[in-house]
């Protein structure tokens, strides 16, 4: 007897485009047609939580210092978040999908991954599914959103950015294998500037160039993602949609690409990856009491050190001064450091429904 054959799962990941800043357009006509940035303002010490497509034909980036995108775009708009809004929005956005799927796994509040395997309302063609949820969007609630559809998580989020804004692509099973081959080395996930530079150095620009590598060896040189890059690259991912997952912490970390002591080099990063963690906790309505510290030097030798309090660090403020004085004691202001990472840990509360699943230490692009 034949051992029946069992079906590809039907993933599709949902981006909406530019969120903060297009619900804002969207409720302030005079910012319409306008680069905006949220954000700043401009001479804080803070950072770009998003930019408008306006904004970003000029550089400006998420994550990049507001000082530096008010040079890069003199002309932008610098917005104040306001999270209360974007949460009302994201849940009206949830509500759309519920009614196709009761697998849904947030990353945040303007991404998720829906499994559609079983749609509940029998349409079967996840392409089809994917662009009435589009579509609803837009009519709606006056937004556009991206979408990628494929056979796993990885692929699905690979295909919702390549045709940004307001895109819909498609990675089938027969495509999937030849799609991976051609995919560049830092479209991976996890492959950040320093990464993506070390694989280039070493021959590797493609999925292909990956797949000549075994799974030892990809082992050796990247550690345990080496692994996880071994199966992708083969189109290999089973990781489930997670409906219900608690999250148990919150982190962001960069590579500098050259090891450094300057205290005011490390300070801005600091200041940055606070900025980063505060914008995440917000989105999640997440409130965390223990900061931790990770802090690699030039010699890969990898020291942590945490605080935790009472209060909740609910700032980029708080984070970044928890973090600055947590650096002092932990280094010596002479030792070169190549990574500094924040993370977020011991939640006082997790957001009701479903919650946030956030990555762990990322490194940022």
Do not use: W
Request: hydrophobic fraction near 40%; aromatic fraction near 8%; include cysteine.
């Amino acid at each position: 007897m034949e051992q029946a054959v069992k079906p590809f799962r039907k993933i599709i990941h949902i981006d909406m485009d530019a969120f903060y800043a297009s619900v804002e357009q969207r409720d302030f006509p005079e910012y319409r047609g306008k680069a905006i940035v949220v954000g700043g303002p401009p001479d804080s010490r803070g950072v770009v939580t998003t930019a408008s497509y306006e904004a970003r034909q000029f550089g400006v980036r998420s994550a990049m210092p507001c000082a530096q995108a008010a040079k890069l775009c003199p002309h932008a708009l610098f917005v104040p978040p306001r999270f209360d809004a974007y949460k009302k929005v994201s849940q009206e956005i949830r509500a759309i999908f519920r009614r196709y799927t009761d697998l849904i796994e947030p990353l945040s509040l303007d991404e998720a991954y829906l499994d559609v395997t079983t749609d509940k309302m029998g349409i079967g063609s996840a392409l089809d599914i994917a662009r009435h949820i589009k579509d609803a969007i837009r009519n709606e609630l006056s937004l556009t959103a991206s979408a990628g559809v494929s056979i796993n998580k990885f692929l699905a989020k690979i295909a919702s950015d390549l045709q940004k804004p307001d895109g819909l692509t498609f990675i089938g099973p027969s495509r999937a294998a030849v799609f991976m081959e051609s995919l560049p080395v830092e479209k991976f996930f996890g492959v950040g500037k320093v990464t993506a530079t070390k694989m280039k150095n070493m021959g590797l620009h493609t999925g292909a160039d990956l797949l000549k590598l075994s799974e030892a060896e990809l082992r050796m040189r990247f550690g345990k993602t080496g692994g996880f890059y071994y199966q992708v690259v083969r189109g290999i991912d089973n990781r489930p949609v997670q409906a219900h997952r608690e999250t148990k912490s919150v982190a962001a970390e960069d590579t500098f690409s050259e090891d450094t002591a300057d205290q005011g080099t490390l300070r801005t990063q600091l200041i940055r990856l606070a900025a980063i963690i505060a914008g995440r906790v917000n989105r999640s309505e997440l409130k965390g009491r223990t900061l931790t510290l990770k802090v690699k030097f030039a010699d890969f030798r990898q020291i942590t050190r945490s605080r935790t309090q009472e209060e909740v660090f609910d700032t980029a403020e708080a984070i970044a001064d928890a973090a600055l004085a947590l650096l002092e004691k932990a280094a010596d202001g002479k030792q070169k450091i190549r990574l500094l990472g924040i993370s977020l840990s011991n939640f006082q509360s997790q957001p009701a429904g479903p919650s946030v699943q956030l990555s762990l230490f990322e490194e940022l692009p």
